[in-house]
């Protein structure tokens, strides 16, 4: 019991440093947001105290999937990414468990995950594992705050268990580029205590999952001996269903609760924006994602703000470019690959562009300063010829880095069985 209630303190106190960090990070007004929507998603504690039924039906190793939530692939890249990979993998006959670590017990997320085969766990984490653990041959932790909570309990109660570190983003690296961006040292004190952290968690780690080539280069130099892997995010492709000349405005997907979002709005309504509007006087910006109460701060002439929507595919097949014009984050960028899998140009910073095989001129154009982002929209939001050989090249590139064959490859190699 007492070992019970210690590891029940340490969740608490993970959390309430997360809450500090997501304060510093976002402000009161995105934290309390992120908090509010999380409690509503959580059922009465007497509706949380089960798990769903079991739904296996094959006799293949167990795996357990620890996240911060349930994934939604229509609110975000992370979850998309999360939703293929345990299709491919319960494709591959892995019997999967999954927790959410916010607690959640949203029907609709029992559903989703039911549909392809995966258990949807609820209730007391620690006393499920307890029993369970025997069973279990490989644990995934999603995200480094998951993994920092979780991992020492996991090899503790499962010797036996793999257990891989699914970094999604290296989170140390983009609190350093925030830190950079704004000259903060107190985030630069916090992104190098967050780089110390993963350090740790991949050197204990079995297998570290990232999802950029240039990210497991730079592991292997900063924590040589770790067995670091490759498995990007993962897409369908599309494919282009609308031309040039059927098309108009300019598209951003993004939520706001992701601070590198904002700042990327921010800086492109206030310095970007403008300039492109004094060459294209009648183009308006649609901007689709989870909004926050900072997001009412980017109305602005010419700007329409959708929220969170059911379809993307609407945008992206009557947008005619797509625009990410982040100025710090890591990791791969989703919003960049729909856009391309739906054959939408995008113009986008290095920083957006990193890790995404993108050549300028012949499948993106990338610019950073405010003057040549603006210029480049201008250029490609009136030239055909450019627009089409972009597109042509989005889609090459997400067949040939991103698809889900690709994927389902690298998963048989990863989580052999």
Not at 67 to 88: H, I, N, T, V
Not at 204 to 228: F, I
Not at 244 to 264: I, K
């Amino acid at each position: 019991m007492f070992e019970e209630l210690g590891w029940t303190l340490k969740r608490w106190m993970h959390r309430s440093h997360r809450v500090v960090a997501s304060l510093r990070l976002r402000g009161w007004a995105s934290t309390w947001n992120r908090i509010t929507q999380a409690l509503a998603r959580r059922a009465p504690e007497s509706a949380n105290a089960g798990s769903t039924a079991s739904i296996r039906t094959g006799n293949g190793p167990r795996m357990l999937v620890l996240d911060a939530c349930a994934p939604d692939p229509s609110r975000d890249s992370g979850s998309l990414r999360m939703y293929s990979l345990l299709q491919l993998l319960g494709g591959n006959g892995w019997q999967i468990d999954f927790f959410a670590d916010d607690g959640s017990s949203d029907p609709a997320d029992a559903r989703r995950l039911a549909d392809i085969g995966v258990a949807f766990r609820q209730g007391d984490f620690i006393r499920w594992f307890r029993r369970e653990a025997a069973c279990v041959h490989t644990v995934v932790l999603s995200r480094a705050p998951i993994a920092d909570q979780y991992l020492a309990l996991v090899r503790k109660l499962a010797p036996h268990a793999r257990i891989v570190f699914d970094t999604v983003d290296l989170h140390f690296l983009r609190e350093r580029r925030a830190a950079e961006l704004v000259r903060s040292a107190s985030l630069r004190r916090r992104a190098e205590a967050t780089f110390a952290r993963e350090l740790k968690l991949i050197r204990r780690s079995d297998l570290c999952l990232v999802v950029s080539e240039e990210e497991r280069r730079m592991l292997s130099e900063l924590a040589p001996g770790s067995n670091v892997e490759l498995l990007s995010n993962i897409h369908q492709v599309h494919g282009r269903s609308a031309g040039f000349e059927a098309r108009r405005d300019l598209l951003f997907v993004g939520g706001f609760s992701h601070p590198p979002n904002l700042d990327a709005m921010r800086w492109f309504i206030a310095d970007v924006f403008p300039r492109v509007r004094q060459a294209l006087p009648d183009v308006c910006l649609h901007i689709v994602g989870q909004l926050t109460p900072q997001a009412g701060e980017l109305r602005a002439e010419g700007v329409q703000l959708h929220g969170r929507v059911e379809e993307l595919a609407p945008f992206m097949d009557g947008c005619r470019v797509s625009i990410a014009p982040l100025r710090f984050g890591a990791g791969v960028k989703g919003k960049v690959n729909m856009a391309m899998s739906h054959g939408v140009p995008v113009v986008l910073t290095s920083i957006a562009a990193e890790g995404m095989h993108l050549v300028d001129g012949e499948n993106a154009l990338i610019a950073d300063s405010a003057e040549e982002f603006a210029a480049a929209i201008v250029r490609l939001y009136g030239d055909p010829a450019l627009w089409v050989r972009l597109s042509d090249g989005g889609l090459h590139n997400v067949a040939t880095h991103f698809s889900t064959d690709l994927a389902r490859r690298q998963v048989l190699r990863l989580f052999p069985h």
